[in-house]
């Protein structure tokens, strides 16, 4: 028997370290990838249908809404963006575990429509850490600072609803609590009481 | 903000491993007791109270009983056994895991008191392979095998309500297995709502 995969959605406040916290657990490992979104804005040069997105037109994109094909969407400058359930459960199907990064809106829709999916929020240890790193990267005016910090304040009172809390002290231990939340999933009794006939 | 420790109770078909697996999991680690229990018989030669077990007389175990005292309990040849709730609730409370090896009728009664305990089963590949290691233990008569594989299958169709299921294959990866559904149940969000404060 085939053993399904996890989808695992991740969300955090920026400056938190969750890419860098799901590559360090997932490099080396064939058996995740990443969950690619829909689009309806125009590719790139370089962007490959399929690879960064798949490109759609906005009238394929209002039916996949309509037609419940996607787990969350939400809109951005004008584009729709929205992760197509047909990608994320062949994946699933195939064993993989799909990782979907995404804000706390989308993954409340995940949670909706995919109740199984395994929610984990990145936090980093304080607001203070968290606003020596967003200084420390320094793509940030002082304002723009102050509002992500603000953001995150705003993301941590919404969180309730994830299963998992990471902690982002140190990468490589927030990433080995990554991979055993991932690890304890497959192990599931619910899901695997086939063993017990 | 100490964390409290998690209670763990580990059953399975005798055969399976699940001392093996426990120990080498937890070998080494601080965070981590055994449960004592208490019992009614006597104390034997070398056995020490409170280490063994906790010796007490019928009246108090019947009044631990009565008094709800005891998150599991059961009788054994005119003797009475059971899991003092004090000791793991004191455990608990200084941050330690407390592991808890019990048959399936003893973690029911434990799923009922203490609803937040993780419940793991563990379970050979296969009943040929369970088989196999009972013979190659050369401890049981054919007639006693016989019978323990019978009660394996018996215990596999009342245990679908342990939280988890791990095969102990390779009893290494069994381990492993083991620390991660303890990491990943100290990761769980409803119980660390307080770092989002």
């Known amino acids: 028997m085939q053993e399904k995969g996890r989808l695992i959605v991740i969300s955090g406040p920026s400056g938190a370290g969750k890419s860098t916290v799901v ?3 997932i490099r080396d490992r064939q058996d ?8 309806t804005r125009a590719p790139r040069p370089g962007e490959v249908d399929g690879r960064e997105y798949f490109f759609i037109d906005r009238e394929r994109y209002d039916q996949m809404v309509l037609q419940d ?11 729709g963006y929205g992760t197509p359930r047909f990608f994320v459960e ?3 199907s195939e064993g993989m575990n799909v990782v979907l990064d995404i804000e706390i ?3 409340r829709q995940v949670r909706e429509k995919m109740p199984e999916a395994v929610l984990v929020f990145v936090i980093p240890p304080s607001m203070e850490e968290l606003r020596r790193r967003l200084v420390g ?5 002082p304002e723009a600072i102050e509002g992500r910090l603000l953001r995150a ?7 309730d609803f994830y299963d998992y809390l990471i902690v982002n002290d140190d990468a490589d231990e927030a990433a080995a609590d990554f991979s055993a ?3 304890a999933e497959h192990l599931r009794a619910q899901d695997r009481l086939y063993l017990l006939k």
């Open 23 to 25: 590559f360090k657990a």
């Open 32 to 39: 995740f990838c990443f969950s690619t979104s829909v689009t």
């Open 69 to 79: 094909e996607l787990l969350e969407h939400a809109e951005y400058v004008s584009n």
């Open 90 to 92: 062949q994946k699933l």
């Open 105 to 107: 809106q989308g993954a």
């Open 137 to 141: 990267r320094g793509t940030d005016s």
């Open 153 to 159: 304040r705003e993301e941590y009172a919404e969180a």
């Open 181 to 183: 939340i991932v690890r």
